[in-house]
């Protein structure tokens, strides 16, 4: 792979951008990046990572072996159509964007081009994504290499049917910022009951990466890892009542199913 662009400069191409290049697989001379109209977020794409960026899809598309589609969904007609000229035969197109099919992205580029869809998430940035897979029409099992090698660089990869993308986007592709969410809850009143934001913000982090390590490593199911912490009558004892009582696993389930409804729609929607 000789050269790699993204259209879309935003959030989620940065991620990526950011892991690829920590983790070599490519060189910043091979990266190319456009958006719509922000020659800001060029310049400091550039400047942090060293990496071409144009605002002409031409200079940009030409000659690249895999073009990663990053915009929103919103904007997939006009990104589509707009790359589709200077597409080279055998490129691999990637979407990141949630909720748009395959089938919607093959018929946007009026030729046969094999379709990767994926649902990363921005723990890219970190190495740390979990990332979704899954294969359009024409995509062959290279193709499936290619962007499995891509996105391993960015973290983990699973391949799944494409239906099941929405329910990947619902857990883990929106995931990440429900954690977030628990965090600036947890901050708040960490602040509120005398620790500084910094010591409460490095608590709840060493937190957050220890329980992800005992869940990646320990044989236990994650509600005896809880029990295991739950003391009769203690704390914890108390926190988990006062959750229940509040239905926040009900609230959850609720946003994740939600979340996978709103990916349905957006499949959905034409622009
Ligand atoms: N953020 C996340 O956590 C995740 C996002 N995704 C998906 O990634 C995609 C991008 O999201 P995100 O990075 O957050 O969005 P951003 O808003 O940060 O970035 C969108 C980018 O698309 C560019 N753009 C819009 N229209 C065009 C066009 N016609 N041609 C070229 N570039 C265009 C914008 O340019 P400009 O600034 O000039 O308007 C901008 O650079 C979405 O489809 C989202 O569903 C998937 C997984 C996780
Ligand atoms: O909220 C969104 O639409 C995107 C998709 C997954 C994470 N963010």
């Known amino acids: 792979m000789k ?24 060189k910043p001379e091979a990266i190319y990046a456009t958006n719509k109209g922000n ?34 969904p919103k904007d997939k007609t006009e990104a589509i159509t707009s790359i589709t000229p200077y597409i080279k035969e055998r490129a691999i197109v990637i979407s990141v964007m949630a909720g748009v099919e395959t ?28 990332t979704g897979l ?19 660089a960015i973290g983990s990869v699973v391949e799944v049917q494409e239906q099941d993308l929405h329910a990947v986007t619902a857990v883990s592709g929106s995931g990440p910022a429900y954690f977030y969410y628990m965090v600036e809850a947890m ?11 910094e010591t409460t913000k490095d608590l709840v982090t060493q937190t957050i990466k220890g329980a992800a390590k005992m869940l990646d490593t320990s044989d236990l199911s994650p509600a005896v890892l809880r029990k295991n912490i739950t003391s009769p009558n ?5 926190a988990i009542l006062t959750f229940d009582q ?9 946003g994740v199913r939600g979340a996978h409804r709103r990916s349905v729609e957006l499949s959905q929607e034409d622009e």
């Open 39 to 72: 020659p800001n977020q060029l310049a400091y794409l550039t400047t942090t990572y060293g990496i071409n960026t144009s605002e002409k899809m031409a200079d940009v598309v030409e000659e690249s072996d895999v073009i990663v589609l990053a915009v929103k």
């Open 246 to 254: 509040c239905e926040m696993k009900t609230a959850i389930k609720k």
């Open 187 to 197: 901050l708040e009143e960490g602040v509120a009951l005398g620790l500084s934001e």
């Open 3 to 26: 050269k790699i662009t993204f259209i879309g400069a935003g959030q989620m191409a940065e991620a990526i951008i950011s892991g690829v290049l920590n983790k070599g697989l490519f």
């Open 134 to 152: 899954s294969r359009g029409t024409f995509a062959d099992d290279e193709a499936v290499r290619i962007a499995t090698t891509i996105f391993e």
């Open 103 to 130: 089938a919607t992205i093959e018929t946007l580029l009026k030729k046969p081009v094999e379709v990767i869809r994926v649902m990363p998430n921005t723990s890219a940035k970190v190495g740390l994504s979990a």
């Open 234 to 238: 203690g704390t914890t004892e108390r």
